[in-house]
């Protein structure tokens, strides 16, 4: 039997892999997860009810009680108030455990899928066929993302934008459950001098590769 067509999409913030994992969604007509929402609705949900972000049980609690029908209308969800929330609770395993079965339901869909995220080609989906690990310097990332919040009205300097950058990083490679790492058999994508276009070009032959190996 042919293994699901699935790509895992991983990188840190801003580097063009949720552009890149939706386009590449559409392109295949594959459904598409963006698994930062749950860890982002997670994070937002601990707060609203007057939780503390730094409380693994309060955290694990919003994520078991999590509806994930909600995340696609929320724009609070993409704050950045929300990823530095998120970015806090997603270092509690018992909040990754939570939210572990619906994330590899989605991602073992007969006909395939596109998920996004920190640990899909290492934790969600360590056998999917294609992987890609989509980067750029921080700088680059915190430029784009600074522009993306102004736009919206959402208003913060370039030097806090960077250093909120840098300081997720750090917390998203450093954490022992789950940690961003680039998976063994990924592929590197720098998106640094590259739009919209360009990645999203690359991206497809890097796909399109993966499914000549495996036959897809
Ligand atoms: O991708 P996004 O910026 O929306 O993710 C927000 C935060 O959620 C990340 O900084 C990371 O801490 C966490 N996350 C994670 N694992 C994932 C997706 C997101 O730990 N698969």
Known sequence: MTQPFVIAVDGPAASGKGTVASRLAAHYGLPFLDTGLL????????????????DPVAAEAAARALEPGRLSDDAALTSGHAGEAASRVAGFPGVRAALLDLQQAFARQPGGAVLDGRDIGTVIAPDAPAKLFVTA?????ARRRWRQLNERGDLITYEAMLSDILRRDERDAGRGSAPMIQAADAVLLDTTEMDIEAAFDAARRIVEAARAKHGL
């Not at 310097?137 to 990332?141: I, Q």
């Open 39 to 54: 860890y982002r609705a997670v994070g937002i949900d601990v707060l609203s009810g007057g939780g503390d972000l730094g």
């Open 137 to 141: 310097t921080p700088e680059t990332r």
